[in-house]
């Protein structure tokens, strides 16, 4: 039986970990590659690093990253951010990622995520989703690009089975209105999700205490929870998270250190 | 001072190999990597990662000329480590695209029988059904991490070391003689998965005594 995922985040920008709340205010959190090392060690069982560098100039930096994590780092790694080609796509996963996350890329170019699935495999393309609730309108999200400034004006639920359709192997589901807020996540869009799709689906935005995990899993049926700021300031480590979810019943790995 | 495990690692563009020779040396190995069939000699473990479909995979290691060489050193004691569809690619035929693959070990490759959901991605648990030394230290609840929707049936199940269960049970780990097949990825498989490749690199290391020739 698969194992659930717990994930940690790592954003990055121009080389160094950050993470904003709701995107803004962005504070420094530390040197990717060791941060990446000192999570798997306590059993995260993927590692995600989110490149918000904005300027393409800085784009050689997160290969350097990339490269430099992938050679002491034993879990598998994903690369999310910026990437825009085919061409981009292969060279993070040169660079040792095993998987990239597409987001406004794919809003801006619809046959990207084809592409990359007909050319790397379906498993190595993620389409990253920063959805938000319509006001006035429940049950209903919109894709909102560019770190959640830009509004597409696209569904949610159709974009996303759109790109599952085109060929992404798993679905990176971030609400907007929950990131950075740690007060749990969007059950009700993950349900909205989860009930749609056959690939899995990672649970991102809100995270805030195990028991949120636990929930995420549960009630809103996610693969995997993704979360940053609660393992970047140590108000929750890995190791107790996971410990938590096992003993609410969730199938997880569990770190040997902890053992 | 033991002498370094020298591994070939194949490349025959099917899939990264950082992270399978970033493990390797972490673990002391000295890696090259192998494109043609004289990248092979010297090497003591031809080390086939990959991912992908048998056919193409098959196809391409025609055109660089490896699959004999490949054969003929491991029928003649060069050890084989097989990494996903590299370990695949140990068995006779594959009911993917019907290729013909390596032969090393008898059997058949299939879609992973009873599966809820292909691909099968992520972790999941090794379960021991035979003993074996790969396995030194692992502990009962080891996990691995796995990408791929298919499975060889060995004919021998002698060969089958671990099961995993995705909805059916499969072979994860195969071994005979000097031969080791991962269907899971030990380089992308935490501290477990770095345990099993450095047990197969004591493999050989222990295997070189029997290749020593006592002069007559």
């Known amino acids: 039986m698969l194992l659930r995922r717990v994930i940690p985040c790592l954003d990055v920008k121009d080389g160094r970990v950050v993470k904003g709340v709701r995107f803004v205010d962005l504070t420094d959190e530390g040197d990717p590659p060791e941060l990446a090392r000192r999570y798997a060690e306590a059993g995260a069982d993927e590692i995600c690093f989110l490149d918000i560098t904005a300027a393409p100039e800085g784009r050689g930096t997160l290969l350097d990253i990339v490269e430099r994590t992938a050679s002491q780092v034993f879990v598998p790694l994903s690369v999310g951010g910026g990437v825009r080609s085919a061409l981009e796509m292969r060279d993070v996963l040169r660079a040792g990622a095993d998987k990239v996350a597409v987001n406004s890329a ?13 050319r790397f495999g379906r498993q190595c393309v993620v389409i990253s989703v920063d959805a938000r609730a319509v006001p006035g309108e429940p049950g209903r999200w919109e894709v909102v690009i560019q770190g959640g400034r830009t509004p597409t004006g696209l569904d949610a639920l159709e974009w996303i089975d759109r790109c599952v359709d085109q060929g992404a192997g798993e679905v990176l589901l971030t609400s907007i209105d929950r990131d950075g807020t740690r007060e749990g996540f969007d059950i009700e869009l993950l349900q909205a999700v989860t009930s749609r799709v056959q690939v899995p689906v990672i649970a991102s935005g809100g995270a805030g205490t195990p028991a949120h995990m636990t929930q995420a899993i549960t009630e809103g049926h996610a693969d995997a929870v993704l979360a940053a700021s609660i393992f970047h300031r140590d ?24 053992a | 001072m033991t002498e370094p495990v020298r591994v070939a690692v194949v490349d025959y563009g099917a899939g990264n190999l950082i992270s399978i020779r970033n493990a390797l040396r972490l673990l002391g190995a000295e890696v090259e990597v192998a494109e043609t069939p004289a990248g092979l000699g010297g090497a003591e473990v031809i080390l086939v990662p990959g991912v992908g479909a048998s056919e193409a995979a098959m196809g391409r290691l025609r055109r660089q000329g490896l699959v004999e060489p490949i054969i003929e050193q491991v029928r003649g004691g060069t050890w084989f480590v097989g990494v996903c569809l590299g370990m695949q690619l140990l068995f006779e035929r594959s009911h993917e695209d019907g290729a013909e693959m390596l032969g090393l070990l008898a059997g058949e490759v299939v879609p992973i029988p009873g599966a809820p959901s292909l691909p099968h991605i992520g972790w999941n648990r090794l379960e021991p059904v035979r003993p074996h030394p790969v396995l030194a230290g692992l502990p009962d609840d080891a996990t691995a991490y796995f990408v791929h929707s298919f ?66």
């Open chain 1, 235 to 258: 108000l929750h480590s890995i190791e107790a998270v996971k410990a938590e979810m096992a003993a609410a019943g969730v199938p997880v790995r569990l770190s040997r250190r902890a």
């Open chain 1, 106 to 118: 794919a809003v801006a170019d619809p046959d990207l995520i084809a592409t990359c699935a007909r």
């Open chain 2, 151 to 216: 499975v060889p049936q060995p004919a021998e199940p002698e060969v089958v070391i671990t099961e995993t269960e995705h909805g059916g049970r499969f072979a994860s780990l195969v071994a005979a003689d000097r031969i080791v097949g991962f269907q899971f990825h030990p380089e992308r498989s935490g501290e477990d998965g770095l345990l099993l490749l450095r047990n197969t690199l004591e493999l050989v290391i222990a295997g070189r005594a029997a290749d020593v020739e006592v002069p007559a």
